[in-house]
């Protein structure tokens, strides 16, 4: 599955950013949709996927309440909306798909693409 995430920049703290992660192959109609974010030095970490049949959603407890996952007017495209950002949140967010919950879970993909970076100052 080639995915394209896009929509990071610089922020300041309090700020909003929408993430768009699109799909060039095919629809994400039969996909578990997850975004995870990489922070410099620290290890790849889970932020939220969506189910796109069903729009079951999942979060970090990290960004519960901040932001928002969700399915965009097309089927190849979903959002993360990212409200009230903190320095924390600063790190190259991924998206990544597949049919199985349990890989976005564990984050069992073979290959990841460029990610879009996400810079919060404060």
């Known amino acids: 599955v080639q995915l394209q995430a896009s929509g990071g920049g610089p922020v300041q703290a309090g700020g909003s950013l929408r993430l768009s992660c699109t799909n060039s192959e095919r629809t994400f109609r039969r996909y578990v949709v997850g975004w995870f974010r990489q922070a410099p030095g620290k290890e790849r970490e889970f932020v939220a996927a969506?189910?796109?049949?069903?729009?079951?959603?999942s979060y970090a407890d990290s960004v519960k309440g901040r932001f928002t996952i969700s399915r965009g007017p097309a089927e190849n495209t979903v959002y993360l909306q990212m409200n009230s950002l903190k320095p924390e949140d600063t790190a190259v967010y991924y998206c990544?798909?597949?049919?199985?919950?349990?890989?976005?879970?564990?984050?069992?993909?073979?290959?990841w693409g460029q990610g879009t970076q996400v810079t919060v100052s404060s």
């Open positions: 969506i189910k796109w049949s069903a729009q079951h959603t």
């Open positions: 990544n798909a597949d049919p199985s919950p349990f890989t976005i879970l564990k984050m069992d993909f073979s290959s």
